[in-house]
């Protein structure tokens, strides 16, 4: 299985900072069709997980723009300008490319 | 507004079975692949099981191979997990989720004890 190593497991940040989440895979996510299948959710505290970023760098529907995603290969990141309360919470990637899907360790997002 | 809303959860003793079910409104469930996704307490999450979208074709981890079965009914707009042969370590809230997780149920909890 792909192994998806998630740093760092715990990030202190400040009300209005940015943030910066690493997630790196053990093999590469580029499909055979060309596509990267990594994407990025958010665990509010009580809550379901719910989609931010799909395939790399695709916010998806009502999703701020203060969230952004990049990275190929292997190498992936998540960043969050300008951090406001309810982006408090885990945070995990997740790669479709190979079967069986594997999500990362998560990142806790806290003040 | 999509809607997935589980259920079929409890407690169950060791080696016994459970279904769960997953009720979907909102969009057109016979168009989406459908999962399951388990999260065990204060853990991360773990892709459980993938349906396609006639139900043809089915996709299991190692974890649960053999013992826990898939299922969708387009007309019901339903989605099933039939577990069997449970064990203490798959005491987990079970999320249904649609596609590559776009959308997830609010959770049903499972606990596996004697």
């Known amino acids: 299985d792909v192994v998806m190593t998630q740093t760092p497991v715990s990030l202190p940040v400040s009300l209005g900072g940015q943030a910066s989440i690493s997630c790196r895979s053990s093999?590469?996510?580029?499909?055979?069709?060309?596509?990267?299948?990594l994407h990025w959710y958010l665990q509010k505290p009580g809550q379901s997980p719910q989609l931010l970023i799909y395939?790399?760098?695709n916010r998806f529907s009502g999703v701020p723009d203060r969230f952004s995603g990049s990275g190929s290969g292997t190498d992936f990141t998540l960043k969050i300008s300008r951090v406001e309360p309810e982006d408090l919470g885990d945070y995990y990637c997740?790669?479709?490319?190979?079967?069986?899907?594997?999500f990362g360790g998560g990142t806790r997002l806290e003040l | 507004e999509v809607q997935l809303v589980e259920s079929g959860g409890g407690l169950v003793q060791p080696g016994r079975s459970l279904k769960l079910s997953c009720a979907a409104s909102g969009f057109t469930f016979s168009n989406y692949y459908m999962a399951w996704v388990r999260q065990a307490p204060k853990k991360g999450l773990e892709w459980v099981a993938t349906?396609?979208?006639?139900?043809?074709?089915?996709y299991y981890p190692d974890s649960v191979k053999g013992r826990f079965t898939i299922s969708r009914d387009n007309a019901k707009s339903s989605l099933y997990l039939q577990m069997n042969s449970l064990k203490s370590e798959d005491t987990a809230t079970y999320y249904c989720?649609?596609?590559?997780?776009?959308?997830w149920g609010q959770g049903v909890m499972v606990t596996v004890s004697s």
């Open positions: 989720a649609r596609g590559n997780g776009g959308y």
């Open positions: 395939r790399v760098s």
């Open positions: 997740l790669q479709s490319t190979h079967f069986p899907p594997t």
């Open positions: 349906i396609s979208t006639s139900g043809s074709r089915t």
């Open positions: 093999q590469s996510l580029v499909h055979s069709n060309g596509n990267t299948y």
